[in-house]
């Protein structure tokens, strides 16, 4: 089993973090700014969130949807939740996780890439998030 024990989990951590994203003042217009749709979709647990910076709902910069979606995406990136954990907590390295096969992406790879340097507060604000939560436990 990996570090999430349900898809449930996996949307109730990862997915709350990126709905505090969506408000967070200096990466939340980057994205918003990218008119993107990302759609991360996760093995071990199966679980699906979408961020649609095309459409953002009016008290943020960009909309996550949680599970399966009609929404058309830009990019589809697909990998295990625990890389995807991993990731956010600066662990890592896009590129090389795309070389190596831990990650796949369908769709103009430039623009996850113009990406990295706005969600860079990410990898300070995930383990803050996962402590506020009670889950320390999973700052690896």
Do not use: C
Not at 74 to 97: C, E, P, Q, Y
């Amino acid at each position: 089993m990996g570090i999430f024990s349900s898809d449930r989990e996996l949307y109730d951590i990862m997915g709350t973090f990126m709905q505090g994203a969506s408000t967070h003042p200096e990466m939340g217009p980057k994205i918003r700014d990218s008119h993107i749709v990302i759609r991360f979709e996760y093995s071990d647990p199966e679980a699906t969130i979408t961020v649609d910076a095309k459409n953002p709902d009016n008290d943020k910069y960009f909309r996550v949807l949680f599970g399966p979606s009609d929404l058309k995406a830009d990019v589809v990136m697909t990998m295990s939740a625990d890389i995807a954990h991993r990731f956010w907590l600066g662990k890592v390295n896009l590129t090389a996780a795309l070389t190596r096969g831990q990650m796949k992406a369908v769709g103009p790879i430039s623009q996850i890439m113009k990406l990295l340097p706005a969600i860079k507060p990410a990898y300070s604000i995930y383990p803050e998030h996962l402590k506020s939560l009670g889950r320390a436990d999973l700052i690896l």
